[in-house]
């Protein structure tokens, strides 16, 4: 069974600019979750979805969005981008969401804004 | 709020030493507990799980029980080896809420040499 996929891998954007990640979670799953890695604040939560609804948002600004597709495929924008976006964002899928279920992680989207 | 706070790295071991990475955390309720891997480059992957106090995880080796008493999760491997050299992150989720929102301690890197 194919794992978690992100696209595109590296991205490199100036400041000012939008940005759209893609994620496709494994076949089957249902929830999606992304989140933030940097060296400086660590791992963190941005967004979590269930069946196309967003369950629960991290404390992260307006600039930052996301949405689920019928078929699972979850997107996250972020527009404006400011030089303290760059980082690696990672995605992350589950069969039915909720506490108790693991999570399998994508090889994230490293974005660079300059 | 849930917080997790696990020990400073970098640690540094020779290659078949006892390995242990100390996990405490601060949450309301019942939360679950992981154990995620990050090698260099990729994203996370998920070592181990326990979901309810006494649990005990366990994956390729590597062991962690779920102490309520102590809140604490430590990860324990008896024989590491070079290959286990990697970012090591303790999380959890759940603990009031039915989401599966993770949150990560800080992340300790672990370095085997020969």
């Known amino acids: 069974k194919a794992g978690v996929t992100q696209t595109p891998r590296y991205l490199i954007k100036t400041r000012g600019q939008q940005v759209t990640l893609s994620c496709s979670p494994i076949?089957?799953?249902?929830?999606v979750s992304w989140y933030q890695q940097t060296p400086g604040q660590g791992l963190q939560f941005l967004f979590e979805?269930?069946?196309?609804?967003?369950?629960n948002k991290g404390n992260f600004p307006g600039r930052f969005s996301g949405r689920q597709f019928s078929n699972s495929r979850s997107e996250m924008n972020v527009s404006t981008l400011e030089l303290g976006d760059s980082a690696l964002y990672l995605c992350a899928s589950g069969p039915r969401g909720g506490p108790y279920n693991e999570q399998f992680f994508g090889p994230g989207t490293r974005l660079t804004v300059l | 709020g849930n917080s997790v706070t696990q020990m400073e790295g970098p640690v540094t071991l020779s290659e078949e030493a006892f390995l242990t990475i100390n996990c405490t955390y601060t949450a309301t309720g019942y939360p679950s507990l992981f154990w995620y891997v990050q090698y260099p480059g990729e994203g996370l992957q998920l070592l181990l799980k326990?979901?309810?106090?006494?649990d005990k995880g366990s994956n390729k080796g590597f062991e962690a029980t779920y102490r309520k008493e102590t809140t604490s999760f430590h990860l324990e491997k008896g024989s590491v080896q070079v290959s286990d050299s990697a970012v090591y992150f303790c999380a959890l989720s759940g603990s009031s809420s039915n989401t599966g929102k993770l949150i990560f301690g800080q992340g300790t890197t672990l370095q085997v040499k020969p």
């Open positions: 326990a979901t309810k106090a006494d």
């Open positions: 076949s089957g799953h249902r929830s």
């Open positions: 979805y269930f069946s196309e609804t967003q369950r």
